[in-house]
């Protein structure tokens, strides 16, 4: 049976082992084949703040001169029931 991942959140790694017992090799029979320790990666999905993108470039002004405003966005890279609740705030910011 394979073991719970190494990390709480984010990339790690899952483990199994196994031993020759059962049943053992009997006197003069065959070892087992294979190895004793396995590994495979798992992901437990982003950990909590890593979910949002980098802030974009802030935007053009909207006006040539006196008072415009300016925008910029930053997107959820997580999928809904894959930590999207981690994304808590705009996604989108004007000044």
Known sequence: EWSACSTSCG???S???????????????K?????????K???????PGDCWSDWSDWSQCT???????QF????CN???GQGHSQCQGP?????
Do not use: H, M, W
């Open 11 to 13: 990339p790690g790694t």
């Open 15 to 29: 483990i199994r082992t196994r031993r020759c017992d059962n049943p053992p090799p009997s006197p003069g029979g």
């Open 31 to 39: 070892s087992c084949v294979g190895l004793p320790v396995g590994n």
């Open 41 to 47: 990666p798992c992901d437990l999905g982003p950990c």
């Open 63 to 69: 006006k040539a001169c006196g008072c415009g405003k």
């Open 72 to 75: 910029r966005v930053r997107f």
């Open 78 to 80: 997580c999928a809904y």
């Open 91 to 95: 996604g989108e910011s004007s000044q």
